[in-house]
């Protein structure tokens, strides 16, 4: 290492500090005795991240690519018009957590955190200190630097190497403990921070790509019959999805009971390594219908984008089978009957109008809308709930069965069927990574659902300012036929939306 770059990074030893921030142990009952209490009820929340709904044949796609979770929907509440709050992991993520819309709690950046108003009104914290058992996990580090922020309320935050292959992140390797500072100042040697486009440190920057690029190898070849295309990774992280599974299965009966288990792991997400089993499975006839390029297009050409979506529902069918993997287990073992088993993702991901994967100005229903099971305690028949729910609907939910309190704040209301439907309400989703964090939403893509109809409307971007597109979901459901110009409801929720927007807006005026 350069002195220089021995500096920088000893620059920064101050701001980490060596203690656990770690709350004392919270006095749990047995398991024997929660086993009956089922006002306490076990939550289990198994995240994959880009899980786009459109692309499961539960809810339809032609292709079979989750026949596991079709067996999980005979015991559970399929939602089928459930919707992310955002297009990518931030909004995403930090909405289904804290029971907020973008809007509110702001995390409307890459790496961005929810502002701190919001980050004690969180679902480990609302669910009680001293009642849950609270554990969380991710492989993707954009959700750690989320669930970093309730760190004070969670009881077990396991680190992210513990189910990797390799780590090649040394924020979490080393300053876990501090990891909000750490990781700032390593992407910054690295040059991935948003404040900087080079790097701070250029030995450190080529060392550590040439010494990931040889270990990224080394794995990949180790597991070349496994993985014919490469072991899964994202960003600094290798993993085996099964790693995670088997915690999983291994350690969620011995757990403190009641428990609440946040688990996010990164697959489906690009880049799509199918295991061996589902590589080419889905080499078939079939192809996505053609969609004509958008305003916002990458120029990905059509055969391109099904090539990709080919290889990625292959990596859907991959993750399927893991889940049902741990399913199996589940089903076999008393869990189920104290737990509360929700699957669900933070975004979807999308394959036409020129557009590959979420980082898109775009909110059409492949990168917006993604899956939503419920499984109750004991539950053994299947339910389906058509109409539009939101991600900001699991927090309310949850805190709905386990007898706590539904905090003000919450943008969310009670899913069907714990709570009968009242009047048709709307439902949103917000792009906004190119708005000013603390600042009124004047360039963003806000979506509203309501009922059969969705309205998208741009605003303050170059060329494509205030637009507006309107979709009858139920007739048109691949959003082609855009009646913005001819429905005649398109001014009655042109004006909801606007209404809220000025209303959310408001605090930042
Ligand atoms: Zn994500």
Known sequence: MHRRDFLKLMAALPLVRISWRQRPPATHHSAETQAEDIDHPNILIL?????????????????????????????????????????????????????????????????????????????????????????????????????????????????????????????????????DLATWRERIFRGAADISSYPSSLFYFLLNGEYWQAKK???????????????????????????AINWLRDNLETLPQPFVVYFHLTPPHEPYCPSKEFYGHFNDSWVPEPKPEHVFTQEHPYGELIAACQTYDEYVAFVDSEFGRLYDHLNSSSLLDNTYFLVTSDHGEMFERGIQGHLTEVLYDPVMRVPLLISAPGQQ???????????????????????????????????????????????????????????????????????????????????????????????????LNDIYATASVASELKEELLTKLEEVNAPYS
């Open 217 to 243: 190898e080394a794995i990949n070849e180790q597991y070349r019959d496994r993985f014919p295309v490469g072991v899964p990774y994202h960003h600094d992280q290798i993993f085996l999805l099964e790693d």
């Open 47 to 179: 995240l994959f991240d880009t899980f786009s709904a459109k692309h499961a044949s539960l809810y339809g796609y032609p292709r079979h690519t989750t026949p596991n979770l079709e067996r999980f929907a005979n015991r559970a509440t399929v939602y089928h018009a459930h919707q992310a709050s955002g297009n990518f992991t931030n909004p995403g993520t930090a909405s289904l957590l804290t029971g907020a819309y973008p809007w509110t709690h702001r995390s409307m950046h890459l790496y961005s955190p929810i502002i701190p108003p919001y980050v004690d009104k969180n679902l480990f914290r609302a669910l009680g200190h001293t009642q849950y058992h609270s554990v969380a996990y991710s492989h993707n580090m954009v959700a750690v630097t989320l669930i970093y922020q309730f760190l004070n309320d969670l009881d077990n935050f396991k680190k992210t190497e513990e189910l990797c292959l390799h780590d090649g992140q040394l924020a979490d390797q080393f300053f876990f403990n501090d990891y």
């Open 381 to 479: 028949e299947r339910r389906d709930v058509q109409a539009p729910t939101s991600a900001v609907d699991v927090m309310p939910t949850l805190l709905h069965l386990a007898n706590r309190p539904i905090p003000t704040w919450c943008e969310g209301e009670i899913l069907p069927p714990y709570q009968t439907a009242g009047t048709e309400r709307s439902v949103f989703a917000v792009e906004a990574k190119s708005n000013a964090k603390r600042a009124p939403l004047t360039r963003a893509t806000v979506a509203m659902v309501k009922g059969r109809y969705k309205l998208i409307h741009y605003r303050g971007y170059s060329g494509f300012d205030d637009e507006y597109e309107l979709y009858d979901l139920e007739a048109d459901p691949e959003e």
